[in-house]
């Protein structure tokens, strides 16, 4: 004899149930289910989180593969080059940007593992452009920082390795238009950032392989201006200091070309 009393008040008991002959099933197995509707915005806002999704992941195999050497320098530098600008288009909405939060909080929700690209997000530049020469230190120790000499023993270029003029008429007009851009009072990081991005990438084509004094505070500059917020300005003093690091850098840039 089934005894009911043993069971606790929450378990179900074999005569707790009757099912109910009146209802009827209604689901037609053959008939396509539609997802939920979204409207235009919410479409283009889930599209462009998932198309941030992929430029991490995507920039966390292209730094493994450049590691291993599965990849070219110069391949590494155009691509990688492409996916830090689309990550910063992307992050170009406001909507998409406060619905992103950062880059932390985004990995946290959707359980990503990915410190290669994280590290290179933070920076905001190739290896290639942080480190001439140098390119497979990926240890973020190795980074240049103001107080960290990395000047080489190099020999000046010979006359088959020298930079074109065109190239150090481009890397002098990029420093210049960089201070002047400063001096006329500009401080939003989305107009500063890739003045100095085509500053460091302008003296890397001039003195590739190669240090100058100076240069690491650009790079410092560049990680600075990358962390900020789109919309974000410098402050007064802020400014006043970059302007003096980067005149520093360019005298420091055009010593170099004198050796």
Known sequence: MYNSSRLPS???????????TTLNATINLDEEVRLPRHNTAERELLDSLAEIYSIVVVLDDLERAYTRDSV???EYTDICSRLLKQYGSAL???RVRREFG???AFK???????????????????????????SHSHNPSTYPTPHTSTST???????SSAPSASAIANATENFITFLDALRIKIRAKDQLHPLLSEVIQSANKVVAG???AGRADIVRWLIRLNGMRAGESLGEEEARE??????GAYAGFKARLGD
């Open 92 to 94: 170009s909405d406001e």
């Open 72 to 74: 070219s320098e110069a």
């Open 210 to 212: 190669d240090d100058f």
């Open 10 to 20: 929450y378990a179900p008991s074999p005569y707790s149930y009757t099912p109910d």
């Open 102 to 104: 950062d880059l932390e």
């Open 153 to 159: 023993t190099t020999a000046p270029p010979t006359s």
């Open 108 to 134: 946290r929700e959707y359980d990503m593992d990915c410190p290669r690209a994280t590290e290179r997000l933070r920076i905001g530049l190739p290896s290639t452009l942080v480190n001439p020469g140098h």
């Open 242 to 247: 970059c302007a003096f690091e980067l005149e």
